[in-house]
């Protein structure tokens, strides 16, 4: 565990060093101000750039079967609901087919929630919505090797609105190219 | 109420070129208030911070105090010497304070003297003299300054020089780009801590609030990191497959309670911080989040739909199987913490198609709602417990607010794109 933490935190530290010229470890420049001040900072890493976090290039990828915009990887959910209707299973019908005769190919299930609620449960809302994907997957002889699964709860929305017709944009899960 | 504050915002606009402020409106404050008049400080220059405008901000702010517009005040001494009881009576204003600032040629530091005094009583409460500061750490010394005024006045420790936390998002698409920020409780000095074009979550505050946890995203992975905030550095705790979410600190900042899915589904680990080891609470089918401690250690509640929707549960931190509901009004109650006496919870409530703010007393089980939602969530005590900071939907975006416990004063801290997730920091005891 311990080993692996360090493994963990090299990588971290490194990546954000490759992220940006500037330092990314934040200098107290003023530790014997009295008190952190709130301009200054002090305490808070005065002049420090902020640390990268994660890809540089979360770029978007694959054709055809994986293409966002014609939507075709895209299962819609209802309200509070998990379930997968006949659209939905007819794409993973799809995606079953290709993956059982690509064994290669490896794929990533995000889940998507609408805003409403809490942020942290629709990260477990998502991720139930993703996992009942992966099990349709399954179901049609996908190996489990080649499935990834993601939340990103309400995090990462398609449509930006504040009412139904955007909420039913969101609550989707997207199978990826990984 | 606005106006007041644009002064004030133009100033720090040149100090700070790299991040906006939040620009604040504070709305509601209570008739029955205690008045107060913070008269401006002698000795300030035009450029240097208005140090009466931040002190009267904070007071104001509380909706614990009325505060005198400066037009109105009928003198502007620098010292008891100079104010006269009798105007100030006239004026209905129980409470003065007033101070001036002395400038050391030699260091360019500034040293300021104040005194709050009773106009009733013709008594002086307070009398000091504030250890130099640069001029700009003036903003600083005007929380200490509005801190010593309201716990003499309430007998409750100020929380104006905390900080707070939160994520900023803006951009879409590829562009999105998400941030950490740590800004002063009023919303001023911001500073990007991380950045990330993955979605950063549910900062907490390690006690001594020099650290903070957080959950970022990495190629589909999440973790949770450990973020010091003096050296920058960054430590991941732990990046299982499928969920690492929801840290929170323990309150002797040992342990940190977090959500992790790999095992079968959402449920409960407690880790200890400085081993990585970690223990699992709970295990049910159902979805087990959002953990938070009660101040004294003791008991975690969490976030669950064991019982078909999300209500609130609470557990001994030793574990077990028989996790007792605590919330029953309301058709959800969800991310619920502790208030800092142990006495009462703030949750997010769902009813009549509304996320609000809600307070759970616990002795009488009574809630009461302290915001309008509809899509009001991630709610969080100030440190002395008189002021809950909040997310809300503003008309351009995701905004945060405060409002006071009994629900009556409110603030707004606006900022273009999306600002989310307060989280507001321990006091330094």
Known sequence: MLKNSLVALVTVLAMAGCASKGAHNAQDTNPSAAGSSSSAGAGYGSDGQPVQIGDQNAAAQGEGLFDTSSKANIIYFALDSSDLDSAGLAIVDKFAKYLTSNAMTKVRIEGNTDERGTREYNVSLGERRANAVLAALRTKGVSANQLNVVSYGEERPAAQGHDEASWSQNRRAVIVRQ | MRNKFFGVLALLMISSAAHADLDVVVTGIDTAATPIAIVPFAGLGAKEVDMAQVIDADLGRTGQFRTLSRGSMPEQPSDPAGLHQASWRSANTDYVVMGQARRDPATGNVSVRFYLVDTLRGAQLLAYDMPAASPAQLRYVSHQIADLVYEKLTG??????????????????????????????????????????????????????????????????????????????????????????????????????????????????????????????????????????????????????????????????????????????????????????????????????????????????????????????????????????????????????????????????????????????????
Do not use: C
């Open chain 2, 156 to 429: 409750i420790k100020g929380a104006f020089t905390t900080k707070i936390a939160y994520v900023t998002a803006n951009g879409l698409g590829n562009a999105r780009r998400f941030e950490l920020v740590v800004a002063d409780a009023d919303g001023y000095a911001p500073r990007a801590m991380a950045v990330s074009r993955e979605p950063l979550m549910s900062p907490s505050w390690s006690p001594d609030r020099k650290q903070l946890a957080y959950v970022g995203y990495e190629r589909g992975r999440t973790a949770i990191y450990i973020h010091t905030l003096a050296s920058g550095q960054v430590r991941k705790l732990v990046s299982e497959k499928g969920i690492n979410g929801s840290p929170a600190w323990s309150p002797d900042g040992k342990s940190m309670a977090a959500v992790l899915s790999f095992e079968t589904n959402p449920d409960i680990y407690v880790f200890n911080v400085a081993t990585g080891s970690r223990r699992r609470l709970t295990d049910h089918y159902g979805i087990d989040t959002e953990p938070s401690w009660s101040p004294d250690g003791q008991t975690l509640l969490f976030t669950s739909d064991r019982g078909g929707q999300p209500q609130i549960y609470q557990l001994p931190v030793e574990g077990g199987t028989d996790a007792k509901r605590v919330t029953f009004v309301g058709k959800q109650n969800l991310r619920a913490s502790y208030s800092p006496d142990g006495k009462s919870l703030v949750v997010v409530n769902y009813d009549d198609g509304r996320y609000r703010i809600a307070l759970l007393d616990l002795a009488s089980g009574s809630m009461k709602i302290i915001s309008d939602g509809p899509l009001d969530e991630s709610p969080s005590f100030a440190p002395n417990g008189m002021v809950v900071i909040y997310a809300t939907q503003g008309r351009q975006g995701a905004e945060l607010a405060t409002s006071s416990i009994d629900g009556r004063t409110r603030q707004r801290m606006r900022q273009p794109g999306d600002v989310r997730e307060p989280a507001w920091s321990p006091q330094i005891r």
